[in-house]
């Protein structure tokens, strides 16, 4: 059984070499087979009329389970050598801790089992249901709790989500292995204190003769106990009064109750509330039902503790069927708040119990229609395009997966990226040109095609060439390139070493050690050739440390070899250039601003080139002012409170806006925007060197009036951007939710 298990693993990328994946499916299906193993070993001693101790019989049925452990294991490591094993000792922990120790434990349930029951076939068959019934358990733990993660004694650890590719041994799953370890001593010292050689059951009698046995399995149960009921402070399991408890503030507002750091103040908690409230709001008038209970939102002063205390880092995670979301603090208004409170509203027109779309009554959830509805409902734009226009993009990039796939099994195939895209432009054309009646019907029977009254193919076929007629912005295809090439999670290379090691890049940039993150590239190339990411930051160290013909010769390397999107060579070459100006060759850096000025990339980095490449035409002292305030002295750049002294000095150097709006940026950031605001409008009434300036300084000056109170200037602000057909779609549809924002909060006041 063990080999038939190893063979079917290594036939996938994902499963065939030892990690937290295949550690799960080990887990899930050996410790049922174990137990059943320790069983039939007390069964078989009784047979064969053999008086064995409960050592002896746990050590017998240990080794069977081990034996049925090691196999598929053994396979997964000559397969992990034959093909790529990314992190080996990570992935050999995962397999131990989880899957290893269940299996012993399976088995040692077993004998227990066996030596309380005299009929064979009840012992084996408890003995196989134990282990199952402990997943059904931890299904249950996943449903009735905040977290998504589970720790489970025979599975070991289920991570909950696939999107989250930093997954790695943590300390509270060490904690919860060792109080596996002390179960399992338990229950072999009862067993030696309690169980008679050759006998059917326990004997209180025998307890005399062995009173440091049944004193270390009263001692251990009370260990066990203590574990358990320290669980959410251990990071065993999840607890929506201790996670309210660690975050330590709560705000009740009109639509939303929000658990939020103590710290925070109070003027950004009701900012927030209002935020939440407004997506309710929204949500409910786009897909046309009623949120009947206040939606429960978790905002974590960070993805680490947001990991630590529900399972989830990176990933923004909603509950629909406890009306509740789980997100780490992202700035004002909040990013991800409309896409995750969309998927608690959404709960409302579907069925089941988790209330999310999907088919045999909502039991079979639809990924396609979750996040799909999620998206189409809060529409928002990413790096300047909607998702049609996104959507459009990939059309022309020939990078769209079929509808089928998307909305039926394969919706992980494809990259995130991908998939929502694809899912949430589909849903919201639909919507559009049926009504949302028929995206609820689809959402709650989990079938399009019934529906709409129209095959998939059909509607699909309808939609490109709606997508036809999707104007795109210069930039479009190349961003679109950079954003879904990316593969799928179940296809792609080492995610979770890779995402340690992007996490470890970030770190040494941040240090500002060029040696350090040069190895840190290498190591990633050595997993995947293609991550651009790494090659981009090696360009950046490599013209730090002075080997500028080396960096030279990567650039070239990353468009002419690698076909890499023009954003990452803009990146590469703006550090190329970078590089060149902290060591005063300014005449070499200057081409290179204007270049890549002209290339397609997100508007805030076009932004920057120009103000860089303006800055090599001022005097020295505006210059050096200018570069110190966005390089530093040392290439790591500046901390906030070093660029309002910058932009302060450079107001008094340069005589136009560029210094108070640089300043009034950082003051935006921290949320200041009564602060903000007025030198927003200082640097629009002198005037900024570029177009893409003017119309960012007054995108965020239109904000900061509205955060402030300033509700007037800010609906005529907006009201101009709304009316201004050269800024794009997805400027003037953020101009008219804002609006729409307004009216929600007027109608209170």
């Not at 006998?199 to 066990?224: D, E, K, Q, S």
């Not at 790096?383 to 796939?405: K, S, V, Y």
């Not at 080139?609 to 002012?625: D, F, G, I, M, N």
């Not at 570069?627 to 008094?652: C, N």
């Amino acid at each position: 059984m063990g080999l038939a298990l190893g063979l079917a693993l290594t036939a996938s990328r994902l499963l065939g070499i030892m990690g937290v994946e295949s550690a799960l499916v080990l887990g899930l299906v050996l410790p049922s087979f174990a137990a059943a193993l320790g069983a039939l070993e007390v069964v078989r001693a009784r047979q064969l009329g053999l008086a064995l101790g409960a050592l002896d019989l746990l050590a017998r049925a240990s080794r069977r389970a081990l034996l049925l452990w090691v196999v598929p294991v053994a396979l997964l490591g000559l397969h992990g050598l034959w093909t790529q094993s990314c992190d080996p000792i990570s992935g050999a922990l995962f397999v131990v801790l989880g899957p290893g120790v269940g299996v012993l434990l399976a088995a040692s349930v077993g004998v227990l089992c066996g030596v309380l029951i005299r009929r064979p076939r009840l012992a084996v068959a408890l003995a196989v249901a134990a282990p199952l019934a402990s997943a059904l358990w931890g299904l249950w733990d996943f449903y009735s709790s905040p977290g998504i993660f589970v720790f489970d004694p025979f599975v070991g650890y289920f991570p909950g989500t696939l999107y989250d590719r930093s997954v790695h041994v943590t300390e509270a799953y060490l904690s919860y292995r060792a109080g596996s370890l002390l179960a399992l001593a338990t229950l072999a010292s009862g067993l030696q204190a309690l169980h008679a050689p050759g006998l059917t059951g326990l004997r209180r009698a025998r307890a005399r003769a062995h009173r440091a046995a049944l004193a270390l399995c009263v001692l251990g149960l009370l260990g066990v106990g203590l574990l358990r009921a320290y669980g959410p402070e251990l990071g065993h399991r999840a607890s929506a009064r201790y996670i309210a408890q660690v975050l330590g503030q709560t705000l009740e507002s009109r639509r939303c109750v929000l658990h939020l750091p103590r710290e925070m103040a109070t003027a950004d908690a009701e900012r927030l509330g209002r935020d939440c409230d407004f997506r309710v709001v929204e949500a409910e008038r786009t897909l046309g039902v009623r949120q009947r209970t206040k939606v429960v939102a978790y905002f974590y002063r960070s993805a680490e503790e947001k990991r630590r205390l529900m399972g989830a880092s990176d990933t923004f995670i909603a509950k629909p069927w406890r009306d509740e979301v789980h997100l780490q603090l992202a700035g004002w208004p909040h990013p991800v708040l409309a896409h995750e409170i969309a998927h608690v509203v959404a709960a409302n027109t579907a069925r089941g119990p988790f209330r999310v779309g999907g088919s045999l009554g909502g039991w079979l959830p639809n990924a396609g229609l979750i996040e799909g509805l999620a998206v189409a409902v809060a529409f928002r734009s990413r790096d300047g395009m909607t998702p049609h226009q996104w959507a459009r993009a990939m059309l022309e990039l020939e990078h769209m997966p079929r509808l089928e796939e998307v909305m039926g099994g394969n919706f992980f195939n494809t990259s995130a990226a991908r998939s929502y895209t694809v899912a949430g432009s589909f849903l919201r054309w639909l919507a559009d040109q049926r009504g949302w009646a028929v995206v609820r019907r689809a959402y709650r029977d989990g079938d399009i095609a019934v529906a709409a009254g129209s095959p998939l193919e059909t509607l699909e076929e309808r939609w490109h060439g709606f997508l036809r007629s999707v104007p795109l912005p210069p930039e479009a295809l190349e961003l679109a390139r950079m954003r879904f090439e990316r593969p799928g999670v179940v296809h792609a290379i080492c995610p979770h070493a890779i995402a340690d090691l992007l996490v470890r890049l970030g770190g040494d940039a941040a240090a500002g050690d060029d040696l350090r993150l040069r190895e840190t590239c290498r190591e990633i190339l050595a997993m995947d050739s293609a991550n651009l990411r790494a090659r981009v930051a090696e360009i950046g160290a490599l013209a730090r440390m002075g080997e500028l013909s080396a960096a030279r010769e990567a650039l070239n390397q990353l468009g002419d070899e690698l076909g890499a999107p023009t954003p990452y060579r803009v990146a590469a070459g703006s550090a190329l250039a970078d590089a060149l100006v902290q060591r005063g060759a300014y005449d070499s850096a200057r081409p290179i601003y204007r270049r890549l000025i002209r290339q397609p990339q997100v508007a805030g980095s076009a932004r920057l080139l120009e103000v860089k490449s303006w800055a090599l035409e001022q005097p020295p002292a505006v210059r050096s002012t200018i570069f110190d305030l966005f390089l530093g002295p040392d290439s790591r750049g500046s901390s906030p409170r070093v660029i309002v002294q910058l932009a302060a000095r450079l107001a008094e150097l340069e005589g136009d806006g560029l210094g108070p709006y640089l300043g009034a940026r950082q003051l935006f950031a921290s949320r200041r925007y009564d602060l903000a605001r007025p030198m927003l409008v200082e640097a629009l009434r002198r005037g900024l060197p570029t177009r893409r300036l003017r119309i960012e300084a007054e995108r965020i000056a239109a904000i900061a009036s509205f955060a402030s109170g300033s509700r007037a200037d800010a609906k005529l602000r907006f009201r101009r951007i709304r009316a201004d057909e050269s800024r794009g779609l997805a400027a003037r549809a953020e101009a008219a939710e804002w609006l729409r924002r307004a009216r929600y909060e007027a109608s209170f006041e």
